[in-house]
């Protein structure tokens, strides 16, 4: 299966359901009155685009139908894709792309973080990086195993404390044993942390302080620290508050969303995007290693919306 399939199939309840809501909106006639734009509106904030995305995707359109005379509401669905595309951050730096890299992986419990983190030491190691990993997760004891289970399976290091160590400290630990191997793809784990707890975000920008810190002073020089939000795609508008929460907190670097493949909220994904200015990195589409999709904006819309007719 190719790179665009394997999205597109993960996508299909996504694109199912604006595929409906895009059938009532032409089943009213392909005229270019105001109601078809307040529809139009509206069936992009039921796809869980955000009311922000969506009144700029739909003003950019109207305009672009007035300038081009555009004849009719088919016409103007044949440029949703591209103008949906263009709403998506571009990647500056991408921190799996091959430069030396520490990644801080943040998150709420259940968003796929250690699976996540996982999947990126397996891609890494196959790449022939020197990957090393980090838990600290230090809460919960089945995340050390599974974050185990996975430096097995990558044939990685995987650096760790006992349960209820401070996490900060197993950072640093994790950063002094990358500079002994010469690693240059340090992925390290946190721990779930509610966005609604003050205390417990207060906590993980000390992680992030620490790390930066350290990587600062790497024996091959400093080391970019990227500090990068995993977010679970069903949880949809919530998924936009927590990543407003994270990136006031600890200053975001990109966004990795997951299992995109078991929900009809895709579209969230844009709304994320839009209002943080932040870049997609990767999106989940499944299970597999290979369902961690390098994100790619226009193959994205086309597998969530479908393609232009």
């Known amino acids: 299966m190719g790179f665009f399939d394997r999205i597109s199939e993960g996508l299909s309840r996504s694109r199912q359901k604006f595929t409906e809501q895009m059938n009532v909106l032409l089943d009213r006639g392909p005229n270019l009155d105001d109601d078809f734009w307040d529809d139009l509106e509206e069936t992009l904030i039921l796809a869980d ?29 044949d440029r949703l894709n591209d103008e949906l595309a263009s709403t998506f951050a571009t990647t500056e730096a991408d921190p799996f792309g091959g430069e030396p890299a520490c990644v801080l992986f943040v998150g709420i419990n259940g968003a796929g973080k250690t699976t996540t983190v996982g999947k990126l030491a397996k891609e890494g190691a196959d790449a022939g990086r020197k990957v090393i990993l980090g838990s600290a997760d230090t809460f919960r004891a089945a995340a050390i195993e599974q974050l185990d289970v996975w430096g097995q399976r990558a044939g990685v290091p995987v650096i760790k404390r006992d349960r209820g160590s401070d996490p900060a400290s197993v950072c640093y630990d994790v950063l002094d044993e990358a500079d002994k191997r010469g690693s240059d793809l340090v992925l390290i784990d946190t721990a779930g942390r509610l966005h609604t707890s003050p205390e417990l975000m207060r906590e993980l920008a000390k992680v992030v302080n620490v790390t930066r810190k350290r990587a600062a002073n790497m024996a091959t020089g400093p080391m970019p620290v990227y500090v990068v939000l995993v977010i679970d795609a069903a949880t949809g508008q919530n998924g936009l508050n927590q990543a407003l929460e994270f990136n006031e907190a600890l200053g975001l670097d990109g966004i990795i969303m997951t299992k995109l493949d078991g929900t009809a909220k895709g579209g969230i994904a844009m709304a994320v995007a839009e209002k943080l200015k932040l870049p997609i990195l990767r999106i989940g589409v499944g299970e597999q290693v290979d369902d961690l999709q390098e994100f790619n904006a226009k193959d994205f819309c086309r597998a969530l919306v479908g393609e232009s007719n």
Not at 49 to 73: F, H, I, W
Request: glycine letters at 6%; zero cysteines.
């Open 49 to 77: 685009m955000g009311g922000s995305a969506a009144s700029q995707v739909v003003e950019n359109l109207r305009d672009e139908a007035t300038r081009k005379a555009l004849p009719d509401a088919y016409a103007v669905l």
